[in-house]
């Protein structure tokens, strides 16, 4: 082992040279992952950059090509059912029993992992509270709206106490108020010590509670670090967005001079700058043109990295 | 790894119970349809058809028959099962993706599929042998040792059922596995006529098949005539068709499910 046992111990996730081939086509390509114990890891990229490919490698759901992966201390695959007793798993898509109760969803889970008796009862008590769910205990899944589906599949991710939870696009589709319950629950999940990684399309959601992110395009890692420090190392502070009648000769003329940076999408410019002052100024004599002044966000890193263009 | 035969412990259960609680809520419209249809056969053409046929191998036609029913409904119950129903489990509901986040493996889900197949031949088979019973067409209590060749029918066809459902791209696959494999074996086992009129490539050839040494065993049981001597040498037919399938299963969905 090439690892001295004490950084190993602090690492959940170790994988090096991490390859998934179908055929002729590299879905991921050498990734070199470290993910530490105690933190949120984000997993970003647009659609096909390999995400869910790497989780499902990291779960041992899909054989690797090349590379070598140690998820909490067990080498997978060969390992990966001592692996799972410590893992828990939010998949993308909903594979709650819809012929169970809420209740009875937990405790078939937990069978699976060979969970029963009063401590099983007790936890489950313990996780619909965790989840909201309480008054929905004996409830069919068909009646439950999409958050409280996905509040019960983290609680039935939860049900064997795991170290490390995966969790893939855990938001998507959720309202608001929905996501702001999951993203607390993750937080609270994070101040117990359990390891978090997640895949997301939502930056704003990456940006609240990743610790450190990776951004993969076709199955390679574009950057890595945490958030504050990717805006800070790969876009200027601030942005502004730029449209109206007029715009394009207003800002070769006059716009221009202020700007470090520029892109059009479509009819809006986007600007960034250092100071973000001077432009500002300039705009405020042009009431045809329309503009909105913002924080540089990891949105703009991510599009600036992965192109404007729609992955589909 | 991959072509292993698949290691055999105790964690199929979990996977059998879950199917069993979700049959438990369901167990109404999943009985009539079990035992429903044969029992419509067994009195249509026990009676209807026997009218005309009188007495097959020295017995009532619908003694005749009432055994040839049991194993055939014993067939049809675990290949719904091993077809839609784990069709289901696997490509609509995720519930087998579910469970391979947790410690089971494809070798756990499939043996508990499989043995659910049989569970629930033996199920569907106990309401058509009381009705049997009832209606007199049973001999003795002897009748009761076809429970065990029952669950084997059950547990060889829903074998064969999963390969099947390993390969399909939806449920309209199923229809070829019916038409060519279920349906033919139904009219070639001595389910509805003796096969000793029947030409000899048909006849040893149904030998091969795993349902023809089920009824044969079936049928003695309840009718009270003497069981064949090599009794038990017939079921390793049906037995060793169910290894096979079991062992192509697994490979099959390791290849789907984990590749």
């Not at chain 1, 114990?37 to 899909?62: D, H």
């Not at chain 1, 590379?67 to 799972?84: D, F, K, S, W």
């Not at chain 1, 009431?287 to 913002?294: A, T, W």
Request: aromatic share 8%; with cysteine; proline share 5%.
């Amino acid at each position: 082992m090439r690892h001295d046992p004490k950084t190993l111990h602090d690492l959940v996730v170790e994988a090096h040279g991490l390859t998934k081939r179908y055929g002729a086509q590299t879905v991921v390509d050498n990734l070199d992952l470290s993910v530490r114990r105690g933190e949120c890891f984000g997993l970003l990229g647009p659609n096909g950059a390999g995400k869910t490919t790497t989780l499902r490698m990291l779960m041992g759901a899909t054989l690797p090509s090349a590379g070598e992966l140690n998820v909490l201390g067990y080498t997978i695959p060969q390992q990966a059912r001592q692996m799972h007793l410590r893992l828990g798993v939010v998949p993308q898509q909903d594979n709650l029993d819809p012929d169970f109760t809420v209740m009875e969803n937990l405790s078939t889970y937990a069978s699976y992992f060979g969970l029963r008796g009063a401590a099983l009862d007790a936890r489950i008590t313990e996780l619909l509270a965790f989840a909201n769910l309480e008054a929905k205990a004996h409830a069919g899944i068909g009646t439950l709206s999409g958050g409280m589906k996905r509040r019960l599949t983290l609680a039935r991710a939860l049900i064997n106490d795991p170290d490390l939870l995966i969790l893939d696009e855990p938001t998507t589709g959720l309202d608001p108020q929905a996501r702001q319950l999951i993203w607390q629950r993750l937080r609270t999940l994070l101040v117990q010590g359990k390891s978090l990684i997640l895949t997301t399309h939502y930056m704003e959601e990456a940006e609240r509670l990743c610790d450190r992110l990776v951004i993969l395009d076709s199955g390679r890692i574009l950057v890595s670090g945490s958030p504050a420090d990717l805006v800070q190392q790969h876009i200027e502070p601030h942005v502004v967005e730029i449209h109206g009648r007029g715009m394009e000769e207003w800002f070769n003329s006059i716009g221009q001079q202020f700007v470090q940076r520029s892109e059009y999408a479509g009819e809006t410019l986007f600007c960034y700058l250092a100071d973000e002052r001077p432009l500002l100024d300039a705009l405020r004599h042009c009431p045809e043109l329309h503009f909105m002044h913002r924080r540089a966000n990891l949105e703009d890193v991510f599009i600036k990295l992965t192109g404007k263009e729609l992955r589909e | 790894m991959s072509h292993a035969f698949p290691s055999i412990t105790l964690r199929w259960l979990p996977v059998w119970r879950r199917n069993l609680r979700v049959w438990r809520k369901l167990s109404g419209p999943a009985l009539i349809g079990n035992f429903g249809e044969p029992l419509l056969y067994l009195l249509a053409l026990g009676y209807g058809l026997g009218g005309f046929i009188g007495a097959v191998n020295g017995l009532p036609y619908i003694v005749f028959l009432a055994s040839g029913i049991v194993c055939a409904s014993a067939m049809n119950t675990a290949s719904f099962e091993g077809l839609y129903s784990a069709y289901t489990r696997m490509a609509v509901q995720n519930t087998w993706g579910g469970m391979l986040a947790t410690p089971l493996s494809i070798d756990d889900i499939v043996l508990g599929e499989i043995l659910w197949a049989g569970t629930k031949s033996l199920i569907s088979s106990i309401p058509i042998l009381l009705v049997a019973a009832l209606l007199g067409v049973v001999h003795d209590v002897s009748a009761l040792g076809v429970l065990p060749v029952v669950f084997i029918v059950g547990v060889c066809f829903g074998a064969m059922a999963l390969v099947v459902t390993a390969l399909a791209k939806s449920y309209d696959f199923f229809i070829y596995y019916f038409t060519l494999v279920i349906t033919p074996l139904f009219l070639v086992s001595g389910v509805f006529f003796p096969l000793d009129g029947m030409p000899d490539a048909v006849r040893i050839g149904a030998q091969l098949l795993p349902l023809a040494h089920a009824v044969d065993v079936v049928r003695p049981l309840m009718t009270g005539q003497p069981l064949p001597s090599l009794t038990l040498l017939y079921l390793i037919v049906p037995l060793l068709y169910a290894a096979g399938a079991f062992w192509l299963a697994t490979v099959l969905f390791r290849r789907r499910l984990i590749s």
